[in-house]
């Protein structure tokens, strides 16, 4: 089945700084790819989604890029602000299932 | 419109006890995830439902643990003669259909088993 690994597992970074989270995936298989953003004690949200046919989206302050060939892809948030600070989940879906990763803790210190 | 809602939003239960988690999906949406999230991990899959077809139950760490569908809504996670490996946050998400479409999570219920 698909394995989905998320680095790093904890990101500090100053307010106004930018911050990375990258994931890879092994099934060659997987069509779509979205990120959430996990609140203390709330369910994931959708801050983002990119499907296999493009290799770049933006919406504001976030991005991410997908690379099929390498099978690896990455969140990108420029102008952190405090309340960025939260988990954040990669997936991949392969077979009408969504494998996550391990899940980013990221704090923004202001 | 209305999100995914569960209830109830805390369990608190004994060991050996059984108990039963609720899910209320969006309205029409066809497909139906329950997940595990224990303290500071990621989301392990347990049951998928889709439409009438039969859940896909691959995830369902034991047979103390099942789900039911009804009327292609509203969704019951049972777990019998819980034990303290249980205790983790049950997420439920639904989607408008299978496979690539955004799956929208609920606010989880948190179990604690005694």
């Known amino acids: 089945g698909e394995n989905v690994e998320q680095h790093p597992s904890t990101l500090s970074v100053q307010e106004g700084d930018s911050a990375v989270i990258k994931c890879t995936y092994s099934?060659?298989?997987?069509?779509?790819f979205p990120w959430y953003k996990q609140e203390l004690g709330k369910g994931p949200q959708l801050i983002i989604d990119?499907?296999?046919?493009?290799g770049e989206k933006k919406d504001q302050r976030i991005a991410v890029t997908l690379n099929k060939t390498a099978k690896h892809f990455s969140l990108h948030i420029t102008e952190t602000q405090p309340e960025d600070s939260a988990v954040y989940f990669c997936a991949a879906s392969t077979d009408n299932m969504l494998t996550f990763g391990g899940g980013t803790r990221l704090m923004v210190k202001p | 419109g209305a999100g995914v809602s569960q209830s109830p939003s805390n369990k608190v239960t004994e060991k050996g006890k059984d108990v039963e988690l609720r899910c209320d999906p969006i309205s029409g949406h066809t497909a139906l995830y329950w997940y595990r999230q224990s303290l500071g991990q990621g989301l392990e899959f347990l049951i998928y439902?889709?439409?009438?077809?039969?859940?896909?139950k691959s995830g369902l760490p034991s047979d103390r643990f099942s789900a039911e569908r009804t009327g292609g809504s509203v969704s019951t996670l049972t777990i019998q003669r819980t034990q303290q490996e249980d205790s983790a946050v049950y997420l439920c998400?639904?989607?408008?259909?299978?496979?690539?479409?955004?799956?929208?999570f609920g606010p989880g219920t948190r179990l604690t088993v005694l």
């Open positions: 439902f889709q439409g009438n077809s039969a859940p896909d």
């Open positions: 990119i499907r296999s046919n493009v």
């Open positions: 099934d060659s298989a997987s069509n779509y």
């Open positions: 998400a639904s989607s408008p259909s299978r496979g690539r479409d955004t799956q929208y």
